[in-house]
Every structure is written in C-alpha cells, then in structure tokens.
C-alpha cells in the first residue's frame, strides 16, 4: 500500500461554536466530535495514511478544518487567506508543520481549500462565498495545470457538493454547482436528500464516505471502488465533511 501523509488537527474545546448554517449547529457535542475524529484518524491510518496532528486550538472553533487553511499541488503548499476573519489565525500553526516538507507560497485574499478540486487534467475552483474569482486568478498564474472556475450554487464550499474518485469518476450533486465543465467526467449522481454524502475522501481504490449513504456506496462500488464508512454527525453539524478534516500529501 502506498503511503502518504496527512496532516489533522483534532478540534478544540470551542469546536461547538463553529462558523455553520446548520439546524443541529447549537448541538454540537464536542466529546462525540472527538471520538469521530479518533475514528477518521484510524480510518487514514488503514488507508496508508502517516499522520501528522497539531494540538488542538481551544480558542479556534473551526480550526480542526484543516483542509482550509492551505491547497498542496506537488511540492508546494499554498496558504489560503480566510474571508472569516475568525478562522485566520488557523494559518499559522498549519505553515509551520507544511514548511518542513514544502516549498510554502502565499494566495490572495480569498481562499478556502475546501474550494479546491484536484483532478489529473484540470483543477477546479469553486465561487463560493468564501472564494472569489481574484484569488482563483492568481492561484492560475502560479500553478501549471488548467485552473477552472465554477460556480457554486448552493452550499459552503466546491467539495460540499463534488468529489473525484479517480479513474475518471466524480462523486457529484447537480443540483449545487454549474456542471458544464464536468461533462467529460463519469458521474456518480447525489440526490439532493443525500447532499452531505457527496463530500468524500478517495485514496487509491478506497473511498471514506459518511455514513447512512447506502444508495451512494452501493454506486461507488459499481465503479471498482471500497468504501469505508465514518460517523460524522456532529462534523456535518458545523457545515464541516469527510475532506475537511486533513491535509494529504
């Protein structure tokens, strides 16, 4: 199994005062939180994963979405730059560890990395509310493969809504993104009713997936794929998914 690094940060005390639309967002129950990020450690750990944990931040609710704070394409590591001025401070800590393995750069204002799709050909960047297109723009003129903008429709981030499998394979709903520059993709199609299973993490033929999404896993395996199953109520209560929680290179 080949190995690859992944960089986690389990959440900190105040993790039930995450930024989040959700419903359940004043019900967040931060000892569960942290046995299911034990779990989604493991769960990398088993997939080849050689894990690098910063200490919690206390005094940063969201700080455990360590996928935001920075988009890694081979050997350089880009640092975002939050819109929420609350989570800006998650920078810092997060460029410490990433600059004793890459060659660290800094991205305009603004970027999260859950915007960030990485695909063999093209790198897809999500408009969110949390990414503008200046910021997409620049990061184009760094990096040597196709950057392509798209618009999001519903939802917080680019990866809320879409996921690549590999071999050609996109995890996605419809219903939150401009799909038109995807066409060339294979699909497997999200129903709105089970929009959070679409944000999943793939590594090689194995795919970690929310768990309750039968009808999605059972078309992931139809295209080759293994799937690994994680509880992640109270990460999806603070608007957070499977992607959200590390860093992989």
């Not at 917080?156 to 993104?177: F, M, T």
């Not at 799937?227 to 290179?249: N, V, W």
Request: hydrophobic share 35%; glycine share 6%.
């Amino acid at each position: 199994m080949e190995s690859f690094l992944a960089l986690v940060r389990p959440p900190g005390t105040s993790f039930p005062k995450a930024i989040s639309s959700h419903s359940q967002k004043n019900k967040i129950n931060y000892g569960k939180a942290l046995n299911q990020h034990n779990h989604y450690v493991d769960a990398l750990k088993q997939m080849g994963g050689k894990i690098l944990s910063l200490p919690p931040e206390d005094s940063l609710p969201d700080s455990t979405f360590v996928e935001d704070a920075a988009f890694i394409y081979e050997d350089k590591a880009f640092l975002c730059s939050a819109k929420e001025e609350s989570r800006r401070d998650e920078v810092e800590s997060v460029s410490k560890v990433l600059q004793g393995h890459l060659e660290i750069l800094q991205l305009e204002p603004y970027l999260d990395g859950g915007d960030i799709l990485n695909t063999p050909k093209v790198i897809f960047a999500g408009l969110s509310n949390r990414t503008d297109a200046k910021a997409i723009q620049f990061l184009s003129e760094q990096i040597s493969k196709k950057v392509v903008p798209i618009k999001i429709v519903k939802g917080l981030h680019l990866k809320s809504a879409v996921s690549y499998l590999g071999e050609n394979v996109l995890l996605i709903n419809p219903k939150r993104v401009d799909v038109g520059p995807f066409k060339s993709f294979k699909w497997v199609e999200v129903e709105e009713k089970d929009s959070y299973g679409a944000n999943c993490l793939a590594m090689k033929n194995q795919v970690l997936i929310p768990k309750g999404y039968q009808k999605i896993r059972e078309k992931i395996h139809q295209h080759g794929f293994e799937t690994i199953e994680l509880e992640m109520s109270e990460f999806e209560k603070a608007d957070g998914g499977i992607t959200c929680l590390s860093l992989i290179f």
